[in-house]
């Protein structure tokens, strides 16, 4: 497979990299602020991006101007919904995958917390903890974010109503189904994130760790590997674990519940 690589010169970038030459893919490209985006069309199959708002949109823009046939991965995060709505249109010509979090432990917890979401009433307050290094420049993560929308979606409820981002000073009473947010930035840690659902009289946390970036960096890599076999559209790390865990999901609840 031929990747170019968006955002190169990154942490994430020098990873991506090294998974992509690990599994014996060729680089095309390397892309970061200081080279015309054009050149990350040249001559590849896949396209991956661990950049910056900014550089996402450039590339996007272009994929829309000149009407490429170059899939992209996308892992950047703090993207708004311009950038969204942009994808969706780049999503009508090519397949564009996007996640805030390329790891697979994070796509399980993802679902665990919609199955949890389903099973407990909004009795269980339900708090989301972001830790992350002290570089990081947006917050709260976009895997905080993506958590308390599978809870809100799983609840029958609009994110926007029950997300709350800001606790200061003279606040009001928690609201029935509020999805609480807080983040730390500190030191050098990769990524923690928490999600609690509290309950009167009993509470459950699931708590996930990443130990090293280069996670991120593969799971893209497998994504790419995916996404260049895919139809034009728009795909989350859902479709992508969607085939893999679900087979998985029905035998569990199958030997879990029979009786021996
Ligand atoms: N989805 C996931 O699983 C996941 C995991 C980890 C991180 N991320 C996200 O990935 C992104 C990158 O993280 P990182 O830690 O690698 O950041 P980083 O080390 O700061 O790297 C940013 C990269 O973007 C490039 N860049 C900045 N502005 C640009 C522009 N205008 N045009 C082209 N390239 C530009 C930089 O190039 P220069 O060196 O030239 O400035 C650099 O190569 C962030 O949004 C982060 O939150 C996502």
Redesign the pocket.
């Known amino acids: 497979m031929k990747i170019s690589v968006?955002?190169?010169?990154?942490?994430?970038?020098g990873y991506v990299i090294k998974a992509a030459l690990q599994e014996g893919y060729a680089i095309m490209s390397k892309?970061?602020?200081?080279d015309n985006i054009a050149t990350l069309f040249d001559e590849t199959e896949v396209i991956i991006d661990?950049?910056?708002p900014?550089?996402t949109e450039?590339m996007l823009r272009y994929v829309l101007d000149k009407g490429t046939d170059i899939p992209l991965v996308i892992?950047?995060?703090?993207l708004s919904k311009m950038h969204i709505d942009l994808m969706r249109q780049c999503a009508s010509m090519i397949p564009v995958f996007t996640?805030?979090?390329?790891?697979f432990l994070i796509a399980l917890m993802n679902m665990t917390v919609y199955a949890m979401a389903k099973m407990l009433d909004e009795d269980f307050d339900v708090e989301i903890l972001d830790v992350h290094h002290k570089f990081?420049k947006?917050a709260p993560s976009g895997t905080a974010r993506m958590l308390g929308k599978t809870i809100a979606k799983s609840r029958g409820r609009k994110f926007d109503d029950v997300a709350n981002f800001v606790r200061l000073g003279i606040i009001e009473q928690r609201r029935r189904g509020e999805i609480g947010f807080s983040v730390q930035r500190c030191s050098n840690v990769i990524g923690t994130h928490e999600v609690s659902f509290m309950g009167e009289f009993e509470n459950i946390k699931l708590i996930h760790e990443a130990h090293s970036?280069e996670i991120?960096a593969k799971?893209a890599v497998s994504a790419a590997k995916w996404i260049i076999k895919q139809p034009k559209g728009f795909y989350s790390m859902n479709d992508y674990v969607k085939d893999l865990i679900a087979p998985m999901v029905k035998a569990l609840y199958k030997d879990f519940f029979m009786r021996k």
């Open positions: 968006l955002g190169a010169t990154g942490a994430m970038g892309v970061s602020s200081k661990f950049s910056c900014m550089a450039s892992g950047t995060t703090g996640a805030p979090n390329m790891s990081k947006d970036k991120f799971g």
